[in-house]
């Protein structure tokens, strides 16, 4: 089994960044697609990425450009750097990766954006 935990999340100005970090551990080598979902407050959990295992990355429409996810499958990590941070931006970020035939998540970390 694999376990999740999310790290990095805090407050933020619009324009500024911030990074986030999932720190993966148990059947770390069974982790295939990795990536990160974000709900905000009275809306639905949305898609923000996904890191294939062949290393292919794909990004939704909202964040193309403005951030950039990366995984270390060694050392059981993945990470979303967030830059030119928006209002719109602000919710709880999860990690997810499908492992040993499951889909797996984080507990979430809180990232608001605001002045």
């Known amino acids: 089994q694999v376990q999740l935990v999310e790290s990095g999340g805090g407050l933020v100005q619009p324009g500024g960044s911030l990074r986030l970090s999932c720190t993966a551990s148990?059947?770390?080598?069974?982790?295939?697609?990795a990536g990160w979902y974000r709900q905000a407050p009275g809306k639905q959990r949305e898609w923000v990425t996904t890191?294939?295992?062949?290393?292919?990355?794909t990004y939704a429409n909202a964040v193309a450009g403005r951030f950039t996810s990366s995984r270390d499958s060694v050392k059981g990590m993945v990470y979303l750097q967030m830059n030119n941070l928006k209002p719109e931006d602000t919710a709880v970020y999860y990690c997810?990766?499908?492992?040993?035939?499951?889909?797996?998540w984080g507990q979430g970390t809180q990232v608001t954006v605001s002045a």
């Open positions: 148990g059947s770390i080598s069974e982790i295939l697609n």
């Open positions: 997810n990766v499908f492992a040993g035939a499951t889909w797996v």
């Open positions: 890191i294939a295992h062949n290393g292919q990355i």
